[in-house]
């Protein structure tokens, strides 16, 4: 929920918090390969892929993310156990035939070679998992997690795709919440799932969210609702809205769709975008009332969003401090399929703290 010239950090408007200063989200042209890497100066970030892995007798979906944090531990602490920068990851299978996620999460302070993130290209990792792109732009993968392991090739077969103002994401009312945010859409999966003593080789379809800030949300937002859709006809469709805590309404809307082919995305107003819950799941740990089916409307037209299964709520007070329900889905448009992807939503709960 997810860009050239670099500019030095000293030439960046800051936002202050305690002693640590972060820099401030502004539009500047993305560079690449270095903006595949780290941004450590940045309050938040992560590399977040979502993806459906196509098994007998149903499909798997499976999602994976890394994330970094700044903390306020002040920059001129000398000690190399100072926790300046922290790593987080979170795995989970979605599997029908379980009707709960298997999932996994880790968290450590970078360093001492246990945790990191490099800030040429995209290579983070957490003990022994690791996310990483490759010269050629192949990313690959290894989970070891409890309850699975995880390992997997992700193919791009189409260019980045970068969302907002040419990666400039704007998050809620104000210029200043926004994040630099591009996707990697329509991504071949080549994996290998190890569980209950057997080892699968399965494929499929995926999805990457790289993004960061410093000033994410409005201080009036609860959370979010996002999707990433994979269509069945190589178009990419990206949603989100963020929702008010008092009012419980739409805050913020943002839709984009590229098409198979196209160079850029269509970008859609604010006031063109709508999410509407169409089915709902209790859940018996939380009680929380998740909206696992929606409608969602980007100008002319409307999709729907089926769960591959309701309970896909993910408990990771441990370590990023939230309960949200990150859901492998289906896409319909008109009552029929039209493709596959994930629905993730936060702050339902209680409101998200980044």
């Known amino acids: 929920m997810k860009r050239r010239a670099f500019l030095a950090a000293a030439a960046l408007p800051l936002v202050r918090a305690s002693a640590v200063d972060f820099p401030a989200v502004t539009p500047r042209p993305l560079v690449f390969p270095r903006d595949h890497g ?188 996002w999707i990433g859709m994979n269509l069945d006809d190589g178009t990419a469709l990206t949603a989100f809205q963020i929702r008010s805590r008092t009012t419980g309404e739409k805050l913020y809307g943002y839709a984009s769709l590229r098409e198979a082919g196209g160079a850029k995305p269509h970008v859609y107003p604010p006031d063109e975008i709508d999410f509407e819950p169409v089915e709902r799941w209790t859940s018996p740990r939380t009680r929380c009332a998740w909206p696992v089916a929606q409608r969602i409307r980007a100008g002319q037209r409307s999709f729907e969003t089926r769960p591959l299964f309701a309970d896909q709520e993910l408990d990771s007070r441990a370590t990023s401090g939230a309960i949200y329900w990150e859901g492998a889905s289906l896409l319909l448009e008109g009552g029929r399929r039209v493709g596959r992807g994930y629905l993730e939503m936060t702050g339902y709960v209680e409101p998200i703290r980044l």
């Open 38 to 225: 780290a941004h450590p100066q940045y309050r938040t970030e992560w590399w977040y892929l979502t993806g459906w892995l196509d098994a007998a007798p149903q499909p798997l979906g499976v999602q994976i993310t890394f994330f970094r944090t700044r903390t306020e531990v002040e920059p001129a602490n000398p000690s190399r156990f100072a926790a300046q920068q922290l790593i987080i990851a979170h795995a989970a299978i979605a599997d029908p035939s379980h009707g709960s996620l298997t999932k996994d999460e880790r968290i450590a302070r970078a360093g001492f070679g246990v945790a990191g993130a490099s800030e040429t290209d995209t290579d983070v990792r957490l003990d022994r998992w690791r996310f990483a792109r490759r010269a050629d732009g192949v990313y690959e993968c290894s989970v070891p997690a409890r309850g699975f392991t995880l390992q997997f090739t992700a193919t791009p077969t189409q260019p980045l795709l970068l969302q907002g103002a040419e990666g400039f994401s704007r998050k809620g009312p104000q210029l200043a919440q926004a994040s630099y945010y591009y996707s990697q859409p329509q991504l071949t999966l080549q994996a290998t799932l190890q569980r209950d003593g057997a080892a699968r080789k399965l494929a499929g379809t995926a999805w990457l969210d790289h993004e960061w800030s410093s000033t994410l949300l409005d201080p009036d937002a609860a959370g979010w609702d």
